[in-house]
């Protein structure tokens, strides 16, 4: 069976530093992926997607960026946090048409 | 463009009571997908319900219906004998009939289910 792996699943960083989230998928080959931000109480927010390695389509500008590296793997990452950078962010993969999602990051920019 | 809309922000029903979250949404497509996902505290999201618009009958999971009016553009989703785990925020979600593309959701309904 296909399974979703989102790490890390806490993460507290200061202004100005970088990130990097990882998202894996297992039980599958290739899958569209895609990154979610949702901010506390609110809906979501799509912010990358991808149908293949190397295609990366951008939904929202921002100084987030993603990238696929392999079939199964989703980066997103930041050169320099925002404040508004908080949130849950969500990864999901798709065999077609339904979207399954990872267990999320929670991000805490102070 | 298409859009989802939940107009009901938060509800409240009994234990073992039936509920029902409404669901509109606008496009100029014949043939698409509906889901409803559920995301419980745990914030995990996990998809309930799938409906395809070519289909006439409405689809159903356990204690988990849709109601599907295609004309309407409406889709709302029924919990029968609802239970204290059913308690979370339920969004709407809307897709074209094509692999590579994007799910639309709505802003969410979140569903308090009181002992």
């Known amino acids: 069976s296909q399974t979703i792996h989102q790490w890390p699943a806490t993460l507290v960083q200061p202004v100005g530093s970088p990130l990097s989230l990882e998202c894996t998928v297992e039980?599958?080959?290739?899958?569209?992926l895609y990154w979610y931000r949702q901010a506390a109480g609110r809906g979501l927010q799509l912010l990358f997607y991808?149908?293949?390695?190397?295609?990366i389509s951008s939904e929202v500008p921002q100084n987030l960026s993603a990238s696929r590296p392999q079939d199964r793997q989703f980066i997103l990452s930041s050169k320099k946090l925002l404040l508004s950078d908080s949130g849950f962010y969500l990864c999901?993969?798709?065999?077609?048409?339904?979207?399954?999602f990872g267990p999320g990051t929670r991000l805490t920019v102070t | 463009a298409q859009t989802v809309t939940q107009s009901q922000p938060e509800m409240s029903v009994q234990e073992a009571e039936t509920v029902t979250l409404s669901c509109t949404y606008d496009?100029?497509?014949?043939?698409?997908?509906l889901f409803w996902y559920k995301q419980p505290p745990s914030r995990q999201m996990i998809l309930v319900i799938r409906?395809?618009?070519?289909?006439?009958q409405n689809a159903t999971e356990n204690r988990f219906s849709v109601n599907f009016q295609k004309a309407a553009k409406s889709f709302s989703l029924k919990i029968s004998d609802s239970q204290l785990g059913d308690t979370a925020m339920y969004f709407c979600?809307?897709?074209?009939?094509?692999?590579?593309?994007?799910?639309?959701f709505g802003k969410g309904t979140r569903l308090h289910i009181l002992p």
């Open positions: 999901a993969w798709s065999p077609g048409y339904e979207q399954y």
């Open positions: 039980g599958t080959s290739n899958p569209n």
């Open positions: 991808s149908v293949g390695i190397g295609q």
């Open positions: 496009t100029s497509e014949s043939n698409y997908y």
């Open positions: 409906q395809e618009a070519y289909k006439q």
């Open positions: 979600a809307f897709m074209k009939l094509m692999r590579d593309d994007k799910i639309i």
